[in-house]
């Protein structure tokens, strides 16, 4: 068995010119990394306040305005703040508005100038109704006379032959502006207007006239009015019966039967009111 050669001996460390170092205490190292370690983070912490407080006249999150989508995707953009609960809300659209009464300086007269007074209207209607009694005052007596709504001091009055609209100051005036209201004579729902002779008002032409009942059908016919109701208040429009859709209104201060129009001017045209006779 062959022979391990000897390994020199291991001599003490003081023996090997090595000593221990005497002039430190153990464990120094570990104390001097703990203390470096806390000044780190008492440095973190002061870092950390300073920062905070810097930014303390930020808004809070809750504070700041949402964010939205702007313009294209991936953009955003602040939302503008929303407006206050207090504003007033618009009215809504498509609610209808009474349109504005005509007056007489807004119209362009064909009659002349109109008078200073005249009497107050109500809303107008897209068109007179048809089939229906007017909610105006009826005169009290059977002879009534007939009063323009844009002229009030000038009424349905006969002048040779042919009805026009004429003040009624004297007797004779006011004979002449005063008829008998009578059953229609071709529909009795309706109004005929007899004259004191005994004659009736009917169109013939297109123009008011009054003329003596021939007995024919269509004399009933043409002296035959039916009152709808009118765009001012307390006044009728008057429908033919053989003519639909034509009314009698006044135009140069003659009476005539045009077709309806909704113009101011053909609306406030077309009303009468009907009073008690003047004569």
């Known amino acids: 068995m062959p022979e391990l050669p000897s390994r020199p001996p291991q001599l003490p460390p003081w023996e090997s010119s090595w000593a221990p170092d005497g002039s430190r205490v153990p464990g120094t190292r570990r104390l001097w990394l703990a203390g470096a370690l806390a000044l780190a983070v008492v440095v973190a912490t002061v870092t950390a306040i300073s920062a905070g407080g810097d930014r303390s006249g930020e808004a809070s999150p809750a504070e700041r ?11 955003l953009s602040l939302v503008s703040a929303p407006a206050s609960a207090s504003a ?5 659209s498509g609610t209808p508005s009474a349109p504005a009464t005509p007056t007489a300086s807004a119209t362009t007269r064909r009659d002349g100038p109109a008078p200073a007074s005249t009497a107050p209207a109500a809303p107008a209607e897209s068109a007179p109704g048809h089939g229906t009694s007017p909610d105006a005052p009826r005169p009290s007596a059977t002879w009534v006379s007939l009063r323009s709504v844009n002229y009030p001091d000038r009424y349905w009055q006969v002048s040779d032959g042919l009805v026009k609209l004429g003040p009624a100051g004297s007797g004779p005036e006011r004979r002449e502006a005063t008829f008998r209201l009578a059953g229609g004579l071709a529909d009795a729902s309706c109004h005929s207007f007899a004259t004191a002779d005994g004659g009736y008002l009917r169109h013939r032409g297109f123009l008011l006239r009054a003329e003596p009942d021939d007995g024919s059908v269509l004399f009933r016919q043409d002296a035959t009015f039916c009152p709808r109701v009118s765009a001012h208040a307390g006044a009728v429009v008057l429908e033919s019966v053989n003519h639909p859709g034509r009314f009698l209104r006044h135009q140069n201060f003659q009476l005539r039967l045009d077709p309806y129009q909704s113009g101011d001017l053909y609306v406030a045209d077309s009303a009468f009111r009907l009073v008690d006779g003047l004569a």
């Open 65 to 75: 305005p949402p964010l939205a989508l702007a313009d294209g995707p991936g953009l």
């Open 88 to 92: 007033s809300p618009k009215p809504l």
